[in-house]
């Protein structure tokens, strides 16, 4: 099950209806493809039969998320503890550095741009922290970083 705003989930449902757009202009591609004759050394065609495959894919992906996701009502969150949807502020002591983040669903993860899983390990291990908790982080490489958090706070709009 996963937790998603209602930004969230309207953004998957934008990302399907843009996919969908994408198999219908692919499957003209397909057609044009198919008009030139001998498939068996047509590039156009075979570029076009992978990009049908990778479209269905992200399809059937995005398809199960917003089958598998419940909204959460953003304004009804608290910030007394870290939560899924709520963006925390934390001090990693190991790099001495202040960073904020954004605890998400698993689907909407991409660490690039500070948006962290509800289940990967530091999403794990904020879940339902207050702000001046201080947590152990082991890293890949088997060091221990002490992250505390700071500040807990929705969505500034």
Do not use: W
């Not at 996963?2 to 449902?13: C, G, I, N, P, V």
């Not at 075979?46 to 598998?68: C, F, L, M, N, Y």
């Not at 608290?78 to 998400?104: A, H, P, R």
């Not at 879940?127 to 500040?151: A, C, H, Q, R």
């Amino acid at each position: 099950m996963f937790r998603l705003t209602q930004k969230e989930y309207d953004a998957l449902l934008a990302e399907l209806k843009d996919l969908k757009q994408r198999r219908i202009e692919n499957i003209e591609a397909i057609k044009v493809a198919k008009s030139h004759g001998d498939l068996s050394e047509n590039s156009e065609y075979d570029a076009a039969k992978d990009e049908e495959g990778k479209i269905e894919s992200a399809i059937a992906v995005i398809e199960a998320q917003i089958k598998d996701s419940v909204i959460i009502d953003e304004s009804a969150l608290s910030t007394s503890t870290v939560q899924t949807g709520l963006f925390i502020k934390i001090f990693d002591k190991g790099m001495n550095t202040e960073d904020t983040i954004q605890i998400v669903a698993a689907p909407l993860a991409d660490a690039f741009s500070g948006k962290f899983s509800d289940i990967s390990p530091l999403g794990q291990c904020l879940l339902g922290k207050k702000v001046g908790d201080v947590v152990s982080l082991k890293t890949p490489d088997g060091t221990v970083n002490e992250i505390t958090v700071l500040e807990i706070f929705k969505a500034k709009n």
